[in-house]
């Protein structure tokens, strides 16, 4: 049974930092490209970072770039996303996703798997 599970969300004010976590289970995880996506209440389902299979490559929306950092770590089955200078309009329900296929590594249809997702709030 694969499973991803998000932890690490909360409430932070502008200008603060949250890191999260995605713990996989049920899957070869160095297999996986791994990515991050987000969705606001009423918006479309935004893509935020992604990493290659052994951390080589690293992807980041326009939205979060110089402020998000993605990173994994394949001997714990985690990727991570650390999340610097916080602002209200990154206030989202962060989902992680698994990939087994190559290339649009941006677009949502190329990833298998999905979390349940967790949520983030940036207040002020």
């Known amino acids: 049974q694969v499973q991803l599970v998000e932890s690490g969300g909360g409430l932070v004010q ?3 930092s949250l890191r999260l976590s995605c713990a996989a289970s049920g899957l070869t995880f160095s297999n996986y490209r791994m990515g991050w996506f987000r969705q606001a209440p009423g918006k479309e389902r935004e893509f935020v970072a992604a990493v290659s299979w052994s951390g080589g490559n690293i992807y980041y929306g326009d939205s979060v770039k110089g402020r998000f950092t993605i990173s994994r770590d394949n001997t714990k089955n985690t990727v991570y996303l650390q999340m610097n200078s916080l602002k209200p309009e990154d206030t989202a329900v962060y989902y992680c996703a698994a990939s087994d296929y190559g290339g649009a590594i941006r677009t949502m249809t190329r ?5 349940q997702g967790t949520q983030v709030t940036v207040s002020s």
């Open 111 to 115: 990833y298998t798997y999905w979390g």
């Open 14 to 16: 502008a200008g603060g």
